[in-house]
Every structure is written in structure tokens, then in C-alpha cells.
């Protein structure tokens, strides 16, 4: 089954603790992104990636590492996390839009929870 | 800055009615207008996108209806079910090379159709 899978679902860590949340799919995709969903914020972008070892800011990348150094996978890191980024977090990928006005849909994965106290 | 504006935040409708959700933007270099679909405890989905080449997208009960001069769009969902109770995201992209994977999303509809 085409899908994207992130890992783990739930969290709850404490402030300053190291975690990295994973991102894999299946689906030979060229672009990878992270989104954090807050109540009344809707989805903003953290990092995204157009292929292996090309990583780039989005939105809200304050607080934030990616890696992409395969082309299934793309972890989100938090080096030192802080209680605002308490927050539902997903992945997505999509195949290469090829040229100009040409749109690929991007595929979200289930989303992780994450708390830290 | 908030690029892509969404109304409203919550919106409930009788089973058989017509649900209507409104985005704006000021972004002259969207080129994409996708509107995603989310159920509780599930990733967003694409349910139906347009480009400002038409005015309207049709896609079984699902419409979206385009502005470009007033830079507004809009999902109208006909003969609502209480299966399309969800959050339903605006989100538009550029058409700049490479950013045309760059959604900017709107902050969501929480839309509630009662039996």
C-alpha cells in the first residue's frame, strides 16, 4: 500500500530532551515536507526537501533539524524541544512536478502528536 | 503575515444543505489552489484543486468556485452528508519553478453536518 508512515504516532517528552520523529514512504517521491498543526493556525510548513541532501526553511523552522540522506526518509529533529512545539506534526511527500504550472498532490502521513512538558 | 485568509473557523449545516467555505489572498504569484479534506486523527487529503485558467471546478457534490480579480475562492459542497463532517483546508502555491510544491495553507474549516 502507497503510503506515508511516521513514527511515533504519540509523545510526551520533556523539555530539552532530544527526540527525532520519523518519516518514511513508500511511494519513490521526490519531495518530502513537515507541517506542524496548531488549534486556529491551520498547517504551517517547518522544513522541506526536493531530493536527497537538498533540505530547505519553511515557515517555522525555529527549533527545528532535518536530514535527508535517503530519498524514503526524512526525520524531524528537535535538539533542545520547548513546550511551544506541543503539537500535531506531519509528513508529506510528492512525486517531481515536471516544468512549470504542473501541481503534484502531496500525500500526508497520519501525524504525531507531540507533547513536552 | 497571514497569505491565505479562511471563513469561517466552524461552520454547521442541516444533512441536505449546501456547505460554503471562503478563502482570500493577496498573493499574486499563486498559481494553485488545492483544497484538502481532514478527518479527526487522520493526515489532511486532497480533495479537489484548480488553477485560475477557469472559474469553476466541479468534482461529484464538490465545487470550487474562482475569483482571480477579487483574488477569492471558495468550496461549495451540495446536498451535505454527515460523512463529509472534517476540517477542510484552503491552501494556494506559487508558480515559481521548484516553489510550486510550497503550500501555504488557510487555518481551516471545522464544518459539522447534523443528521
Known amino acids: 500500500e502507497a503510503q506515508v508512515t511516521q513514527n511515533p504516532r504519540y509523545l510526551i517528552t520533556v523539555t530539552g530532551k532530544k527526540l527525532t520523529v520519523t518519516c518514511s514512504q513508500n511511494m519513490n517521491h521526490e519531495y518530502m515536507s513537515w507541517y506542524r498543526q496548531d488549534p486556529g493556525l491551520g498547517l504551517r510548513q517547518i522544513y522541506y526537501?526536493?531530493?536527497?541532501?537538498?533540505?530547505d526553511k519553511g515557515d517555522v523552522p525555529e527549533g527545528y533539524k532535518v536530514s535527508r540522506k535517503e530519498k524514503r526518509n526524512f526525520p524531524l529533529i528537535l535538539e533542545s524541544p520547548s513546550p511551544n512545539q506541543t503539537s500535531l506534526y506531519f509528513c508529506?511527500?510528492?512525486?517531481?512536478?515536471?516544468?512549470?504550472?504542473?501541481?503534484?498532490?502531496?500525500?500526508f502521513g497520519p501525524g504525531t502528536r507531540l507533547t513536552v512538558l | 503575515q497571514q497569505q491565505v485568509k479562511q471563513s469561517p473557523q466552524s461552520l454547521i449545516v442541516q444533512k441536505g444543505g449546501i456547505s460554503i467555505i471562503n478563502c482570500a489572498y493577496e498573493?499574486?504569484?499563486?498559481?494553485?489552489f488545492p483544497w484538502y479534506q481532514q478527518f479527526p486523527g487522520k493526515g489532511p487529503a486532497l480533495l479537489i484543486a484548480i488553477r485560475p485558467d477557469v472559474s469553476e471546478k466541479k468534482e461529484g457534490r464538490f465545487t470550487i468556485s474562482f475569483n482571480k480579480s477579487a483574488k477569492q475562492f471558495s468550496l461549495h459542497i451540495m446536498d451535505s452528508q454527515p460523512g463529509d463532517s472534517a476540517t477542510y483546508f484552503c491552501?494556494?502555491?506559487?508558480?515559481?519553478?521548484?516553489?510550486?510544491?510550497?503550500?501555504?495553507f488557510g487555518k481551516g474549516t471545522l464544518l459539522t453536518v447534523n443528521p
Open positions: 491552501a494556494a502555491s506559487p508558480n515559481s519553478g521548484g516553489s510550486n510544491y510550497k503550500l501555504t
Open positions: 508529506a511527500s510528492s512525486p517531481w512536478a515536471s516544468g512549470t504550472r504542473s501541481y503534484n498532490e502531496q500525500f
Open positions: 498573493n499574486t504569484a499563486f498559481d494553485y
Open positions: 526537501s526536493m531530493n536527497v541532501e537538498v533540505t
